[in-house]
């Protein structure tokens, strides 16, 4: 059984290289998962999601470049 982890919002930028700002903003346009709700004021994202997010980035750059 795989163990799901829950990044919070500093591990997420680490991750994926953004800031907090352009985390919320990339949010509010659909372009960057949502977090979850811990309660309260906390959230964190799941990393199994975040990781794809990073894959599909990935993926996108290399079909960009091939089309070039």
């Known amino acids: 059984m795989t163990t799901k982890r829950l990044l ?12 907090r700002s352009c985390i919320y903003a990339r949010m509010s346009r659909d372009e960057f998962p949502k977090p979850i709700s811990l309660g309260g004021r906390l959230v964190a994202w799941d990393s199994e999601v975040i990781q794809q997010w990073i894959a599909d980035r990935i993926a996108e750059s290399t079909s960009n470049d091939n089309a070039a």
């Open 8 to 19: 919070r919002r500093s591990e997420v930028q680490h991750l994926t290289g953004l800031s």
